[in-house]
């Protein structure tokens, strides 16, 4: 699974660190994180949602790709607060069932023995552990038949934070999680899934513990 995405992800991430942005959509902002837009990364994310998971910052920038077309689709975010922290996700379609999503990202930690925390809502999945999230939802690309998929056509977001966070563990992994649904639900769109998917404000809450 993944395909490219991950590697383009940290690729990203590393040059947000190294060259200090992106070209594709960059704002920069030198009061931090409350002066960021209300919405972040193409308007996907609310605000909110970055400053759980994200330390202060005297400094703080943004930016969103989009780029691809049916199976190639690929959207992905970055927000990056001062020096030693940096919140990027992204958004692919990919050919896998609901099952096999799940069982790779079990296994994700290696061998962590840590139990994912998992929520789900109209077909929709969410699972996180340790500083990641990922969630699921059926999708089938424009331009695209159902029945061409092998498993079946889904998009897939998975987001991390790098560095420092604001909090950990539950509180984490909830925000992460809401981060990778706001993104995903963006996507949907950018991506012009066929079908119909009832996607609720937020996802369904972990059960703390």
């Known amino acids: 699974m993944r395909k490219n995405g991950r590697t383009w992800a940290l690729g990203a ?12 959509y960059q704002k920069i902002f030198t009061e931090g994180l409350d ?8 308007g996907s994310v609310q605000k909110d949602t970055v400053i759980r998971v994200l330390p202060d910052s005297r400094s703080a920038q943004e930016g969103a790709k989009a780029h691809g ?24 379609i990919e050919d896998s069932s609901q099952n096999t999503w ?11 023995k840590e139990a994912p925390e998992r929520a789900s809502s109209h077909g929709i999945d969410a699972l996180a552990r340790k ?3 990922s969630v699921y939802v059926p999708c089938v690309p424009k331009g695209k038949e159902a029945d061409e998929a092998t498993q079946a056509y889904a998009l897939v977001a998975e987001v991390r934070v790098i560095g420092e966070s604001r909090t950990t563990g539950h509180d984490l992994h909830q925000a992460l999680s809401d981060f990778a649904y706001q993104l ?14 009832d996607f609720p404000d937020e996802l369904p809450r972990f059960e703390n513990g």
């Open 131 to 133: 500083e990641y999230a």
């Open 184 to 197: 995903t639900r963006h996507a949907y769109e950018l991506a012009g899934c066929t079908g119909s998917v």
């Open 13 to 24: 991430a590393v040059l947000v660190l190294t060259a200090g942005g992106w070209v594709s």
């Open 69 to 92: 077309t049916g199976d190639s689709f690929l959207f992905g975010c970055h927000v990056y607060a001062g020096d030693d922290s940096i919140l990027s996700g992204d958004v692919q």
């Open 102 to 112: 799940a069982k790779y990202y079990k296994s994700y930690a290696g061998k962590s």
């Open 35 to 42: 002066r960021l837009p209300a919405a972040v990364c193409d």
